[in-house]
């Protein structure tokens, strides 16, 4: 580990205007996870262009921020409307809102605030542990294995998406062939531009993100208006859990932030996958198995922690092998790509001080939720009480002066609705946008792989299959497709059928 | 059967081919990546459309509606009313905005909320009103006075 990086790192973070701006990025988050039907991806892709004429430390440290502060966010809801305000907060209603029917609204707040903040102090300090570790075993990955790299990353974020294996790939080789678009860098032929100028430059990956992750949720909101809203239970009792009850749930929440990173570590899985995981494990490990769903507060704390310690957990291949682990690591992705820094393992190298600068934001952001959380939670509550039908319409007017923010194009903001349309039409059909911002991220480093490759290999594929490393990840990226066709379960059957006679 | 499914499958099959027969054209190093994922984004296309009619085939069970008739009409027709609502604010934010060009930002911005939020009609007035008000204040302040983002504030005409 380069540790004057690490220290440039620490000391871009530690900035009046970046304090200022990761309170403000938490605080934000907060609301945002808060208001149930609004996610953090969504708030990030909205803002994401905001970054643009931003320093890359301040606008990566606000980005940051707002995805910690909406992994807390999402818990309020949970616990006091019985409606996770994210996906990743689900697992939290099960005894969160039990309590807050009990009159223990705030312990309940309290606990998650918490264990939110130990789970995302963990999975920073692993974060920046592992990702320069990783990172340096990676530095010396030719086109060959950057490739496989790539092809690896869309295999598995297509396979563990929502919904079946086969939408999760259509989405993720969706997204690729839309990275075709636009100018081929190598013959400078114009590829499925339509004689069109503002196509030749490509599809711009945040036009496609905001469009994707914030249109899609504002019609829903729009879509689901007309249900009577639901009323917040009051907090009537105090919100920092006393030392005894942290001390013994600490086994439980080191638990939940080791299942929190390990979870994010493989792309395509989130915050709601870790903490049903981390809430199982709590059920398992309990003396007392009777009180989970009835109001008990290692309920509470288990998932909180672990869609915390996601946050560090997914950044870690995002760094490291520059494939984004989540769509909300995707939009960190892009932030840095909009500042000039392509994904790819010299993320850690040529490009460690923003890199780093990203690490620490995590950390800092983390320190920030405990204090905005602890100042701002009882007043996140009022929050909920904005209509939908006004927060969807505001969002779509938020992400028509985003769009055009971006180029200054009109066209921009076309491409953007169409984009917005298209998602909703994902989100009908059950499949999951991500894969496909993802592919659209991946496009480019997965044709110059093959590209180089190809050129190595004097255009003979027989290059990806002398490379170990290569066959390993293109192997597990078979088995991740494999694993989801009919042949593969009619190569376990044998298996199962001696397992279930034995 | 998820019948958007079915669509997007099909339509996956029409962009795949549109794709691959336009890289067709294109030189060899450039045409090599798009016909790859078009053939890619076609035989998944197509099995997302035969995975939902093999669905459809298992899940061939009785229709169960019964007793919940009326309440399940009455839910659908919220639902309906829902997608409608959707459906037609969608089609303001893409008259929207031309009418930037045309109104200016700030007229053109308060007339799509007004219209949106009086089809939805489940916002009140006042907070309609006040809601409006701050939005359009902090979007001149964020995008405009602080990005200075070149859009037409005011109407071309005056």
Redesign the interface.
């Given at each position: 580990m380069d540790t004057s990086l690490v220290m440039t790192g620490l000391t871009n973070v530690l900035t009046l205007t970046n304090i200022a701006f990761v309170v403000g990025g938490t605080l934000l988050g907060l609301f945002v996870g808060t208001m149930p039907g609004l996610s953090a991806t969504m708030a990030l892709a909205l803002l994401l262009p905001l970054t643009f004429t931003f320093d890359p430390a301040t606008g990566l440290s606000m980005l940051a921020s707002i995805y910690v502060g909406a992994s807390y966010g999402g818990s309020i809801a949970a616990i006091l409307l019985k409606t996770p305000g994210t996906p990743a907060a689900a697992a939290t209603v099960l005894d969160g809102y039990p309590l807050s029917q009990q009159g223990q609204a705030g312990k309940a707040l309290g606990i998650s605030l918490f264990a939110s903040f130990f789970g995302g102090l963990m999975s920073g300090a692993a974060l920046l542990l592992a990702a320069p570790l990783l990172g340096s075993l990676v530095v010396e990955f030719g086109p060959v294995e950057l490739f496989a790299i790539a092809v690896l990353g869309i295999t598995i974020i297509g396979s563990l998406a929502q919904g079946s294996v086969i939408n999760g790939l259509f989405s993720g080789a969706l997204g690729l062939l839309i990275s075709i678009i636009g100018m081929d860098l190598t013959t400078a032929t114009p590829r499925m531009t339509f004689n069109n100028i503002n196509l030749f430059s490509g599809v711009e990956f945040t036009i496609a993100l905001i469009g994707l992750f914030s249109i899609p949720q504002a019609l829903t909101l729009i879509e689901n208006a007309h249900r009577d809203n639901k009323v917040a239970s009051r907090i009537t009792d105090r919100l920092v859990p006393r030392f005894a009850e942290l001390k013994a749930l600490m086994p439980n929440i080191l638990r939940s932030g080791g299942i929190g990173i390990a979870t994010g570590l493989i792309p395509g899985t989130g915050g709601d996958t870790a903490s049903w995981f981390a809430y199982n494990e709590a059920k398992r490990f309990a003396k007392d198995k009777s009180r989970f769903g009835q109001g008990d507060i290692a309920g509470v704390a288990a998932p909180e922690a672990a869609n915390n310690a996601v946050v560090g957990g997914a950044l870690i291949p995002t760094i490291a092998l520059g494939i984004p682990g989540s769509s909300s690591t995707a939009i960190l992705l892009g932030a840095l790509m909009v500042h000039g820094i392509l994904p790819g393992p010299n993320l850690l190298t040529e490009h460690g001080d923003v890199t780093y600068t990203l690490i620490w934001a995590v950390m800092l952001s983390t320190v920030s939720l405990l204090i905005v959380g602890l100042l701002f939670t009882k007043a996140s509550v009022s929050v909920t009480k904005i209509p939908d039908g006004f927060v969807a319409c505001a969002i779509i007017t938020l992400c028509i002066i985003g769009s055009f923010a971006i180029n200054n194009r009109i066209f921009d903001v076309g491409l953007m609705l169409a984009f917005g349309l298209f998602g909703y039409w994902l989100k009908k059909a059950d499949v999951s946008p991500a894969p496909m911002v993802i592919g659209l991220i991946l496009g480019p480093v997965m044709e110059n792989g093959f590209h180089q490759s190809m050129l190595i290999g004097n255009g003979s594929y027989g290059v990806f299959l002398e490379s170990p490393i290569a066959v390993v990840l293109l192997g597990i990226a078979l088995i991740s497709v494999l694993q989801a066709t009919p042949l593969f379960r009619w190569l376990r059957a044998p298996f199962k059928r001696r397992l279930k006679h034995g | 059967m998820?019948v958007?499914?079915v669509?997007?499958?099909i339509s996956?099959v029409g962009?795949?081919v549109l794709?691959y027969v336009?890289?067709l054209e294109?030189?060899d190093?450039?045409a090599?990546?798009?016909l790859i994922?078009?053939v890619?984004?076609g035989l998944?296309?197509l099995?997302?459309v035969v995975?939902e009619i093999w669905k459809r085939k298992i899940a061939s069970g009785p229709d169960t509606v019964g007793e919940d008739e009326p309440q399940a009409t009455e839910e659908e027709k919220?639902?309906m009313?829902?997608?409608v609502?959707?459906a037609l604010?969608?089609a303001l934010?893409?008259l929207?905005?031309?009418l930037?060009?045309v109104l200016g930002?700030l007229i053109a911005?308060v007339l799509?909320?007004v219209a949106?939020?009086a089809m939805?009609r489940?916002?009140s007035l006042k907070?309609?009103a006040i809601?409006i008000a701050v939005?359009v204040t902090v979007?001149c302040l964020?995008?405009i006075a602080f990005?200075g983002?070149?859009?037409p504030l005011l109407p071309s005409f005056v």
């Open positions: - | 998820n958007s499914r669509f997007l499958g996956g962009v795949a794709f336009n890289a294109y030189p190093a450039a090599q990546m798009p994922y078009s890619t984004v998944l296309s099995a997302m995975s919220g639902r009313r829902g997608k609502s959707a604010v969608f934010a893409v929207y905005v031309p930037i060009n930002y911005t799509f909320m949106t939020l939805i489940t916002v907070v309609a809601g939005l979007i964020v995008f990005l983002l070149p859009i």
